[in-house]
């Protein structure tokens, strides 16, 4: 028989002798690396761009980014927070860290007197049309409904 069909059918008998190690390996492998992605920016990181490089769940993940970014940021606005101040809690609220380096970098700009607009179309991250939209984040109880 060939190589590989001998593999095959002796494979669950390595299960069977082997299962306990296998398990073991297999949750210690899970707990280091939910470990490495909590404690290590750069793993975390490099997580979140390769989680938005993914065919169908990168896009998903792209525009649930920027739902929470526009959500927490009229929010604040609409509580009145001062935007460079808001703009804290809304790159905490964006969930991955690509957007959360933009975020920050907006604040910067807009904290030097870059209009929010101009900013975002720098990043690149978010889309066009958001260049249209935040100058009606000025009114944000309209959006708050």
């Known amino acids: 028989?060939?190589?590989?069909?001998?593999?095959?059918?002796?494979?669950?008998?390595?299960?069977?002798?082997?299962?306990?190690?296998?398990?073991?390996?297999?949750?210690?492998?899970?707990?280091a690396f939910m470990q490495a992605r909590r404690r290590s920016?750069?793993?975390?990181?490099?997580?979140?761009?390769?989680?938005l490089k993914m065919p169908i769940i990168g896009?998903?993940?792209?525009k649930s980014s920027n739902a929470r970014f526009a959500r927490t940021l009229v929010t604040m606005l609409a509580a009145g927070v001062p935007l460079v101040e808001g703009m804290d809690s809304v790159a905490g609220a964006t969930g991955n860290a690509l957007d959360r380096e933009a975020t920050l970098r907006m604040k910067d700009e807009?904290?030097?007197?870059?209009?929010?607009?101009?900013?975002?179309?720098?990043?690149?991250?978010?889309?066009?049309?958001?260049?249209?939209?935040?100058?009606?984040?000025?009114?944000?109880?309209?959006?708050?409904?």
Not at 41 to 51: C, G, H, T, V
Not at 128 to 143: D, G, T
């Open 1 to 31: 028989m060939p190589v590989f069909t001998l593999f095959v059918i002796g494979l669950p008998e390595l299960f069977q002798a082997w299962w306990c190690v296998i398990l073991s390996a297999t949750i210690f492998a899970a707990v």
């Open 41 to 51: 920016p750069p793993i975390n990181r490099a997580l979140d761009i390769l989680s």
């Open 59 to 62: 896009n998903i993940l792209h």
């Open 110 to 145: 807009v904290s030097t007197g870059i209009q929010l607009q101009q900013s975002v179309r720098t990043t690149g991250l978010f889309p066009k049309w958001w260049c249209k939209w935040l100058p009606s984040v000025r009114n944000p109880a309209r959006w708050m409904t």
